[in-house]
């Protein structure tokens, strides 16, 4: 059977992925580490959907939790859609950070993205056809200071995602990054401040870009025509101006 897997499906961005795709009659597999919330959100779209939804609660920052993923999939038949949308931030400086929360950041937002996808392009590629979202961040298109290795992961994501989408068109795969502003989700809790970019997006507002880019077949995509706007003044302005206004924005001052 085909599937679509979304990572960090337990809540924010990932549960509306999830929604969105079962909305649409795929069969789903939910992955984060919330095991009942991931149940509870399985047990609706069956509900509603009328489509397959597997569950596999898996720490994605752990080589033992992806390859759990990758066996529980590879079990279940094809992934048609792979959503690497599982990620997190830590705001703080670099001097004052922590070490073991910097490395699992990085192991999340950047090699769990990248191995899973290495997991399951090859199949899509055999097949002609497929689909790979990559949640980046508008974060990709400036260095923030007070959020350094969340922007350094964000712009490997969006680097990545433009040259697989380059790789992938000829074989029918299609690759999109989507480079979401602030969005109303956990993110900011989770990041260690809630206070910050008070003006945020929805959820369905950055699936919808998402899908709609896709559909246009671009490699990229930013959600929210004020945070497409500040993404083309940061590509032009210089660092020097560019690197202040992001620490003022990341409210780490
Ligand atoms: N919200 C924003 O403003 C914003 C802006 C730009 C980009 N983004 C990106 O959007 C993506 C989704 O974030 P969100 O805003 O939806 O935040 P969120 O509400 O905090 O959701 C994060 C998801 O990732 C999962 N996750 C975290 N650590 C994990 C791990 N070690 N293994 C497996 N799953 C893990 C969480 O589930 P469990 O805790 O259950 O594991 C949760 O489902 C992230 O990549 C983030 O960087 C967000």
């Known amino acids: 059977m085909d599937y679509a897997l979304v990572t960090g499906a337990s809540g924010g961005l990932g549960e509306h992925f999830a929604r969105y795709l079962a909305r649409k009659g795929h069969n789903i597999i939910l992955t984060a580490r919330s095991e009942d919330r991931l149940r509870e959100l399985a047990e609706e779209l069956r509900h509603f959907h009328r489509v397959a939804v597997e569950v596999v609660a898996a720490d994605l920052g752990t080589a033992e939790g992806r390859s759990a993923v990758v066996a529980a999939a590879e079990r279940l038949g094809h992934v048609s859609v792979l959503v690497n949308n599982a990620g997190f931030g830590t705001v703080g400086d670099f001097a004052d950070a922590d070490t073991d929360r910097m490395v699992d950041e990085i192991e999340l937002n950047c090699v769990s993205l990248t191995t899973l996808s290495r997991a399951f392009v090859p199949a899509?590629?055999?097949?002609?056809?497929?689909?790979?979202?990559?949640?980046?961040?508008?974060?990709?298109?400036?260095?923030?200071?007070?959020?350094?290795?969340?922007?350094?992961?964000?712009?490997?994501?969006?680097?990545?995602?433009?040259?697989?989408?380059?790789?992938?068109?000829?074989?029918?795969?299609?690759?999109?990054?989507?480079?979401?502003?602030?969005?109303?989700?956990?993110?900011?809790?989770?990041?260690?401040?809630?206070?910050?970019?008070?003006?945020?997006?929805?959820?369905?507002?950055?699936?919808?870009?998402?899908?709609?880019?896709?559909?246009?077949?671009?490699?990229s995509v930013i959600d929210g025509p004020a945070n497409v706007l500040l993404g083309e003044v940061s590509k032009r302005m210089p660092m020097r101006i560019v690197l202040p206004v992001s620490r003022w924005f990341a409210g780490s001052h």
């Open 124 to 219: 899509m590629v055999e097949r002609g056809g497929g689909t790979v979202i990559n949640v980046a961040s508008l974060a990709a298109y400036q260095p923030i200071p007070g959020m350094a290795v969340y922007a350094a992961t964000k712009s490997y994501v969006l680097s990545l995602s433009q040259a697989l989408w380059s790789e992938l068109k000829p074989q029918g795969v299609r690759v999109v990054a989507v480079c979401p502003g602030p969005t109303e989700t956990g993110f900011f809790a989770r990041a260690g401040d809630e206070s910050i970019m008070q003006r945020r997006r929805t959820p369905e507002q950055v699936v919808q870009s998402t899908f709609k880019a896709l559909h246009r077949g671009v490699p």
